[in-house]
């Protein structure tokens, strides 16, 4: 499939003399997305609404394995060709994701270019959700970064593929509760490759960032018997911790908690958290966490597997989220997805497996078996087609 450029025709803003570095920066965003290195995504969506000020991109990577499902992030680019490239990473990521979260979903990324706090309006959000229904199904949209609960409720007034509501409006509302589920059972298979036993029971474990998802990751770890260290840059969010469990320690930052004797680190507060130095300083011989994209640069991963540390992949563990808005698309019901979230702990488990014995890294694993399930499955051609 080729590139779709869907845009309001009264705006545009042709101009026979264009600028070159304005042709030579759409020249390298289509290049981006037809190198084979960057995914060969299915259709890349860019959107504008004049009275609104929208303006978006929606990247389609697959959909292999079913409509393409991923969330709506709404940040303040540096560029326009910035944006382009997040959403085409962040889609592939999501094809990755979905696979090995059992999901019949392939890969999909929104980005609305703009400042939440001051740009984004009712509006804007209904005129995003008219272009999320051109798509006719092929797109599912969520929450991501800058986008909420309560503006998937707006969103979703204009079609029927938004997820990430409240529950008042069909939804599941806030996806933590089974990304931190997720997280654990994660945790949990790492445990029974490293020491043996299913358990963290006994185990020391650190957690940088306990925010949504990393609360309720320390409730699991304290029910299971796990003794929990945490750090983060919020003294609210620390103080929420320590006042409903006075038993959890505290270090000052995540520097102070790597190198804090740990068995497991558990990364929940931003992406590229493993980067050199980290790892180095690792005391945890277990990293597993909630945060994306966790690995700093390509490598780190060996790194980590060279000092005898069993990385849990980021994508494969914190899938729970995903799962959740997954569900919603079917009448939500918390406990199938949660049985659903649960086997995040077969999927790590086959990943460390496979891991040992093509003698490469979990991660590296993790992208095998994604890509192997994306292309064992026929393209549904059906979601070519509007529903
Ligand atoms: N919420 C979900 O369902 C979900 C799903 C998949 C992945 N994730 C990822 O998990 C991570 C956490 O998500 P969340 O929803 O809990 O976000 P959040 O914003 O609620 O929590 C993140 C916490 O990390 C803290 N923090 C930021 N920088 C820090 C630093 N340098 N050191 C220590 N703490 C720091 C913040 O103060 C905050 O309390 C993010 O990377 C997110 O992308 C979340």
């Keep these: 499939m080729g590139v779709t450029t869907v845009t309001d025709v009264r705006q545009t803003d042709v101009r026979p003399t264009a600028q070159p570095a304005a042709v030579r920066e759409t020249g390298s965003v289509i290049a981006k997305l037809f190198r084979s290195e960057q995914g060969g995504h299915e259709q890349v969506v860019l959107c504008q609404d004049r ?134 059972q994660g945790m949990r298979a790492a445990a029974r490759v490293q020491w043996g036993e299913p358990t963290l029971r006994g185990r020391r474990v650190g957690i940088a960032g306990v925010g949504k998802v990393g609360k309720h990751l320390v409730t699991h770890l304290l029910d299971d018997g796990a003794e929990v260290v945490v750090t983060d840059v919020r003294p609210s969010a620390v103080e929420a911790i320590t006042d409903k469990h006075p038993e959890v320690g505290v270090v ?28 180095g300083a690792l005391t945890a011989t277990v990293v ?50 949660k049985a659903k979230a649960t086997r995040i702990f077969d999927t790590t488990l086959a990943i460390f497996e496979r891991a040992a014995a093509d003698g490469v890294p979990p991660a590296v694993a993790a992208d095998r078996l994604a890509e192997h399930r994306m292309a064992e499955l026929t393209p549904s051609a059906q979601w070519l087609r509007p529903q």
Excluded at 128 to 156: E, H, N
Excluded at 257 to 279: E, F
Excluded at 311 to 332: K, M, R, S, T, W
């Design 288 to 337: 597993c966490g909630a945060a994306n994209n966790q690995l700093a640069h390509p490598g780190v991963e060996k790194d980590l597997a060279g000092r005898g540390i069993l990385y849990a992949p980021d994508y494969v563990v914190n899938a729970g989220g995903v799962i959740q808005v997954a569900d919603e698309l079917h009448g939500f019901d918390f406990d199938r997805a």
């Design 51 to 184: 009275d609104s000020g929208l303006k978006a991109v929606i990247a389609i990577h697959s959909t292999a394995l079913g409509p393409a499902l991923g969330g709506t992030r709404f940040f303040p680019y540096a560029s326009d060709e910035a944006a382009v490239e997040d959403a085409l990473n962040l889609a592939r990521g999501m094809s990755y994701k979905n696979a090995l979260a059992g999901l019949d979903h392939g890969g999909g990324k929104a980005v609305i270019i703009g400042d939440p706090d001051t740009g984004k309006t009712e509006q804007l959000l209904l005129a995003y959700g008219r272009f999320v229904a051109s798509l006719g199904g092929r797109y599912v949209t969520a929450c991501d970064v800058g986008t909420y609960v309560a503006d998937m409720d707006v969103v979703a007034r204009e079609n029927r593929w938004t997820t990430g509501r409240s529950p008042a409006n069909g939804g599941a509302g806030d996806s933590s509760v089974l990304t931190a589920w997720g997280v654990f």
């Design 252 to 279: 000052g930052d995540a520097e102070v908690l790597v190198r804090t004797p740990l068995d497991v680190y558990a990364p929940c507060a931003l992406g590229g958290a493993l980067d050199d130095a980290t790892v």
